[in-house]
């Protein structure tokens, strides 16, 4: 892999988006926050100078100290604040603003999210309404570009989870992390049934992006962090463990069947001495699992492949002979042990067979080719 978790992410080349006459009231603009400061006021006034006439505020449990910043936007003209009693999370809120803006403006083509702390300048968010209007059937991401100046447990994060999901899914992006989204109509609906509810939500739209094959638009945004990015109420562990379990969903399900497959080969040939038979029943077995586990996880996002079964089925007998081949090779020529030549072939089809599957999971039955992310050009 050429790309290392201290290399810069690839500069977004510039693209001016504006189309005639955008009608940015028919956009509606959604801004999770929790304990904001009073530059989210500030951020709604020039939101509304340059034409945002449908602003939502979520007060995620922020508690009565903070009360005064939401009264006062409460008095805004075309500004609505929707309140949880609690701290739920930023996936929550994102969540309450997106079902409120469904029913509340049947007619709006999509919808545009952004942090309450400042680092969204009012002109990037209009760069990605922009954007959203020119390509209503895409998910726009406002990319940042991560220049030495950013905390450098930004950089670090951003440049794993980069790796993560082009190594794992399939799919290239700049920026996995922003908050600043131009979200279609058209998969709103399906983001409300997403079970999580902090930051990994944000990553989670992206799997479900990718499950249903919805392009992306990247934007190039200013990277603002303000006095060191003091303002996040990101936790660096506890989030950054939920999010990283979003990316490795996929490889945990693989691994399960690997341990499957090796646990019963192991059993059915100290029980029956035949090499044959523990080698085919523990790969039928695995791929079951397999097939089952991941069913269940894909069904959160997308409709699973109908003909998934089939084809993961009739791919047994390949997988299979090419490992019992390998297990032959290293137990009888090389001297290995029946249980660790298994190993080893196991692991050496391993990334062969994982890819295959995500592949099969992730791209349609028929698809020439794979959906891949716009670049601003």
């Known amino acids: 892999m050429s790309e290392t978790a201290s290399e810069p992410a690839p500069a977004v080349p510039q693209r001016d988006y504006r189309v005639n006459q955008v009608d940015f009231g028919r956009l509606v603009v959604l801004i999770p926050a929790f304990e904001p400061e009073a530059i989210l006021i500030e951020v709604i006034e020039a939101l509304k100078a340059l034409g945002f006439s449908a602003l939502l505020v979520v007060d995620d449990g922020s508690g ?150 919805v392009r992306i638009e990247q934007v190039p945004i200013e990277t603002v962090y303000l006095e060191g990015n003091r303002t996040s109420h990101f936790r660096p562990i506890r989030d950054s463990l939920r999010v990283y379990a979003v990316l490795l969903q996929f490889l945990a399900i693989a691994l399960v069947a690997a341990l499957v497959d090796s646990g019963l080969f192991a059993l059915v040939l100290a029980g029956s001495g035949i090499l044959p038979l523990a080698q085919i029943s523990a790969r039928i077995v695995a791929v079951l699992v397999s097939l089952q586990l991941n069913r269940r996880c894909l069904s959160r996002l997308a409709a699973p492949p109908r003909r998934l079964a089939t084809r993961q089925l009739a791919l047994v007998g390949f997988f299979a002979a090419a490992s019992y081949a390998l297990l032959l090779l290293l137990h009888q020529v090389l001297g290995c042990s029946l249980l660790a030549a298994k190993l080893i072939a196991e692991g050496v089809l391993f990334s062969v067979n994982f890819r295959w599957l995500r592949d099969q999971l992730l791209d349609p039955p028929d698809a020439a080719r794979r959906p891949q992310p716009s670049v601003a050009s």
């Open 64 to 213: 009565p100290e903070y009360r005064s910043v939401f009264d006062r936007l409460e008095r805004e003209p075309g500004v609505e604040v929707l309140r949880h009693a609690v701290n739920l999370g930023k996936g929550a809120a994102l969540k309450t603003g997106l079902n409120h803006a469904l029913w509340r403006f049947p007619d709006a083509p999509g919808v545009i999210t952004a942090d309450a702390d400042g680092q969204h300048r009012p002109d990037d968010i209009r760069r990605v309404a922009e954007a959203l209007a020119e390509h209503p059937d895409r998910l726009v991401l406002g990319a940042r570009q991560f220049e030495c100046a950013s905390p450098w447990r930004n950089r670090l994060g951003n440049a794993l989870t980069r790796i993560l999901f082009r190594g794992l899914y399939g799919q290239g992006l700049i920026d996995t992390q922003t908050g600043l989204r131009g979200l279609p109509r058209s998969l709103v609906p399906a983001l409300l049934r997403i079970q999580t509810t902090g930051y990994e939500f944000e990553l989670h739209m992206l799997v479900l992006a990718r499950c249903r094959h």
